[in-house]
């Protein structure tokens, strides 16, 4: 279903995998990639970023944010099967993946836009759930209009167009206890 907000372009797919292949997907993923916990620089203050990430790419690419450099790993088997998949379905060649893990309602992200500069003019976001839903909020930068997305297991969640121009997006703590998430998002850098 395309959800309805101006300036921008945002799909959102819910059950592309079952809840059945979610569950395996994510236990696999969870298990077997490298996840890390890094520093991040807020406010010129180092902390440490509220949530676990890992990142897979093609050959040589690396991921720059908040001063933060993330190196690139080898696909791995499921990986490259769901970026097949995913690349498939949004008829685009994903070649980079952050994958991001909430490990209960604590961990979130905050407001941001995925406007870095290797990731091109008007990107393609594809970001697949697995796991626990959590709410996604997403907000435009000028008139402050808010929506917010429960993202559940097993959805795709595609930003087209000016999305990252426009609007930004997070996912808040919440106070009462939710289980633990992984998202994948599919980017595409253009070196
Ligand atoms: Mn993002």
Redesign the pocket.
């Known amino acids: 279903m395309k959800v309805l907000l101006p300036d921008a372009d945002i799909e959102y797919i819910e059950g592309l995998y079952s809840v059945e292949e979610a569950t395996k997907l994510f236990t696999v993923l969870q298990q077997s990639l490298d996840w890390r916990h890094d520093d991040i620089r807020m406010f010129g203050k180092i902390m440490k970023v509220p949530r676990l990430q890992a990142w897979y790419s093609d050959n040589e690419l690396t991921y720059r944010y908040s001063n933060m450099t993330l190196a690139s790993k080898p696909w791995t088997a499921t990986l490259a099967t769901l970026k097949k998949r995913i690349s498939d379905y949004c008829q685009h060649d994903f070649n980079a993946v952050l994958a991001n893990l909430y490990r209960d309602q604590r961990d979130s992200?905050s407001w941001?836009s995925?406007d870095e500069a290797e990731l091109g003019n008007m990107p393609i976001?594809a970001s697949l759930s697995l796991g626990a839903a959590r709410d996604f909020q997403l907000k435009h930068i000028d008139n402050k209009e808010k929506l917010t997305l429960s993202l559940s297991t097993g959805s795709l969640l595609i930003m087209r167009g000016d999305t990252q121009r426009y609007w930004q997006?997070c996912v808040p703590k919440r106070a009462k206890e939710i289980e633990a998430r992984i998202n994948l998002?599919f980017r595409k850098i253009i070196v």
Do not use: S, Y
């Open positions: 992200v941001h995925d976001i997006h998002t």
